[in-house]
């Protein structure tokens, strides 16, 4: 059963932007906190951004900061990863994900999404 849908990926230059998003399937996000991952081949999945839905507050991968920026709607029914000055390494599939602690650790997260393609090209 999809909880969590994503969409907004896609292909852009080097440089370019991108903002994906995240609902959930049913009326609300299943937890508080609902993060972004990403899996390049070959690669683990890794932690980008996490959002607490309830307070706000926003974290970052520390490589990512000031490049990428969580947000979500006033509805609290979209979370937002807007992703500016792309580079061929942040080509991946992004994952949407809602769990009860707000962090990057990819363990504490039980809903997923599908994910969405980013392709960055030089």
């Known amino acids: 059963q999809v909880q969590l849908v994503e969409s907004g990926g896609g292909s852009v230059q080097v440089g370019g932007s991108l903002r994906l998003s995240c609902v959930p399937a049913?009326?609300?996000?299943?937890?508080?906190?609902v993060a972004w991952f990403r899996q390049a081949p070959g690669k683990e999945r890794e932690g980008v951004a996490v959002?607490?839905?309830?307070?706000?507050?926003?974290w970052y991968a520390d490589p990512l900061q000031g490049r990428f920026t969580i947000s979500q709607d006033n509805a609290k029914t979209t979370v937002y990863l807007q992703m500016n000055s792309l580079k061929p390494e942040d080509t991946a599939i992004y994952y949407c994900?809602?769990?009860?602690?707000?962090?990057?650790?990819?363990?504490?997260?039980?809903?997923w999404g599908q994910g969405t393609q980013v392709t960055v090209s030089s």
């Open positions: 994900a809602a769990g009860s602690r707000c962090n990057l650790d990819r363990r504490t997260f039980y809903v």
């Open positions: 959002i607490s839905t309830t307070g706000g507050g926003s």
């Open positions: 049913l009326d609300r996000f299943p937890n508080r906190c």
